[in-house]
Structure formats: structure tokens, C-alpha cells
Nanobody
Framework: QVQLVESGGGLVQPGGSLRLSCAASRSIFNTHTIEWHRQAPGKEREYVAHITTGGDTNYADSVKDRFTISRDGAKNTVNLRMNSLKPEDTAVYLC?????????WGQGTQVTVSS
């Protein structure tokens, strides 16, 4: 049973944009904070951004002012719009659904920023 399904990864040029999506079940979407994390080769997994069920957002300093996280209630989906992409943004991006008692991870989608 796949709890979270990610899409939208791919190859983009530096300065380009990409939108990632994390589709969840309705019950998960309505009760969980959704986070994005990323893991680059040879590096530890790091937090990117999150959005609460109430729409409050937060971003890591490394992506603040470039990335935008949002919720689409009609599709039970959280989107991460990534602008002004840099090679340092290259990583596997994973979504995570969190409550105080449950955690679900997606499988991840590859984002590669390269000329």
C-alpha cells in the first residue's frame, strides 16, 4: 500500500524551475503535516520545507525565497515549486507525512540540476 506518491522530478538547467508533487490519501492529507526532504550523493538527508494542515509553511535557509510549498485540497496533493535551481539542489527529494504518532515516507523523486 503506497501511502505517498511523488512525481515531477527530472533534469533541469541551472536557473530553471521544476514542480514536485506529493499525492496522499485523503485521510493522510487532511491530518498530517507534509514535509519535503532531500538527500544528495554523499550527504545526509536534510529538511527542505513543510506545510501544515492549516497552511502554515516553513523553509530551510538554503531554499528560502526560491522554493514554494503549497496544498491542493482537490487533489490531496502537496506541491513544491522550485525556482532558480542550482547544481547544489541536485538530490533525491522525498515527501514525508507526519503527525505526533505516525510517519509516512515516499520513495523519492530525482532532481538533477546540470548544464
Amino acid at each position: 500500500q503506497v501511502q505517498l506518491v511523488e512525481s515531477g522530478g527530472g533534469l533541469v538547467q541551472p536557473g530553471g524551475s521544476l514542480r514536485l508533487s506529493c499525492a496522499a490519501s485523503r485521510s493522510i492529507f487532511n491530518t498530517h503535516t507534509i514535509e519535503w526532504h532531500r538527500q544528495a550523493p554523499g550527504k545526509e538527508r536534510e529538511y527542505v520545507a513543510h506545510i501544515t494542515t492549516g497552511g502554515d509553511t516553513n523553509y530551510a535557509d538554503s531554499v528560502k525565497d526560491r522554493f514554494t510549498i503549497s496544498r491542493d485540497g482537490a487533489k490531496n496533493t502537496v506541491n513544491l515549486r522550485m525556482n532558480s535551481l542550482k547544481p547544489e539542489d541536485t538530490a533525491v527529494y522525498l515527501c514525508k507525512a507526519v503527525t505526533w504518532k505516525t510517519i509516512y515516507w515516499g520513495q523519492g523523486t530525482q532532481v538533477t540540476v546540470s548544464s
